[in-house]
């Protein structure tokens, strides 16, 4: 597998567990968020679904779902899904900026419009917490 494929390969891991991981996020949430946790949803698996297309496209194997993820913490209410919503962001966003650095062109494109979008989406994440700083000055590296 060529290192572009490898990095995609691992968004597409990470694209994973942030679809499991907005299911449990979105039950620990009222209206407005679970409407949010929906959407955020929805981009991870079309983005998903977009990178098995990709990996196919190439011949290279598409890693699959794991039946379960472990989360990083027991989530038992809103402030800890808010947490877990973050991760989920942040967890994604270092993915897709390592396969930034391992591809080029239009595949490179589409992984910096995903780290940009995980970015944005984490922002809103801990601007719902009421969390400060609401921004990190890198997304995608770990502090």
Known sequence: MSDANAALAAALT????????YGVVGGHLDNAGKETARRADTVHRTRRDALIARLASTSA???????AYTLPFAVTNRSSAYKLA???????AEAWRLAIAATTGDVRKVALDALIDCAVRATGWRRAAKLTPTTVPFPGVRS
Not at 14 to 21: D, K, T
Not at 61 to 67: F, V
Not at 86 to 92: F, L
Request: negative net charge; proline residues 14%; without cysteine.
């Open 14 to 21: 990470a694209e994973h567990a942030a679809i499991f991981g």
């Open 86 to 92: 973050i991760a989920i962001e942040e967890g994604t």
């Open 61 to 67: 194997t598409a890693p699959p779902a794991a039946p």
